[in-house]
Nanobody, 127 residues
Framework: QVQLVERGGGSVQAGGSLRLSCAAS????????MGWFRQAPGKEREFVAA????????YYADSVKGRFTISRDNAKNTAYLQMSSLKPEDTAAYYC????????????????????WGQGTQVTVSS
């Protein structure tokens, strides 16, 4: 069965960096878009970044553009989210997700575009 496991969350001071990873199994990872979303307490889950099956192009929410970088290693069935210049407003549970569709180059920003989700990893940024 499809499994997505996030790692790398933690607590960091503002201006710091963290690297999240998402290990995928149970499907052909290399042909699907991968996305990262986040959910802060009391807020709806929101799109953060997405990367197409072949590593490009990539898409970002305006709030993280220039600070976060999404990447993937298809040989390792793993997606990454490098987060730099972190701000307190980045505090949230971060989730990776597998797209419903495969191939192509799509700007997938909606939760409905994804069919499997990880359990989430908490990122806390203190000021």
């Amino acid at each position: 069965q499809v499994q997505l496991v996030e790692r790398g969350g933690g607590s960091v001071q503002a201006g710091g960096s963290l690297r999240l990873s998402c290990a995928a199994s149970g499907y052909l990872f290399s042909i699907y878009t991968m996305g990262w979303f986040r959910q802060a307490p009391g807020k709806e889950r929101e799109f953060v970044a997405a990367i197409n099956w072949n590593g490009g192009p990539t898409y970002y929410a305006d709030s993280v553009k220039g600070r976060f970088t999404i990447s993937r290693d298809n040989a390792k069935n793993t997606a990454y989210l490098q987060m730099s210049s972190l701000k307190p407003e980045d505090t949230a549970a971060y989730y990776c997700a597998k797209s419903r569709t495969y191939g192509g180059n799509y700007n997938l920003r909606l939760e409905a575009d994804y069919d499997y989700w990880g359990q989430g990893t908490q990122v806390t940024v203190s000021s």
